[in-house]
């Protein structure tokens, strides 16, 4: 018979920041594409994800998370 994939709930990526973001996604399985990103990646936190959280999807699916900057809070 065939294996099924392995089902993953997908986490709540929100304000976490990119190294956050990482080491949640490989623990939970999941594949992350950044969004929004400038040249040097510092002070981002992500505010948006493409697949909403506690979506049950196959492991290694991917997910786009989107960051804003941080610094321009104004």
Known sequence: GESQPEKVQ??????????GVNELASS???????????????????????????TEVDAGTIVTVYFRTTETAE
């Not at 986490?11 to 990119?18: A, K, W």
Request: hydrophobic content about 30%.
């Open 28 to 54: 939970k399985k999941i594949n992350v594409q950044y969004s929004g990103i400038s040249s040097s990646g510092s002070g981002v936190v992500a505010y948006k994800q493409s697949i909403e959280q506690g």
């Open 10 to 19: 997908v986490p709540d990526f929100n304000g976490l920041t990119l190294s």
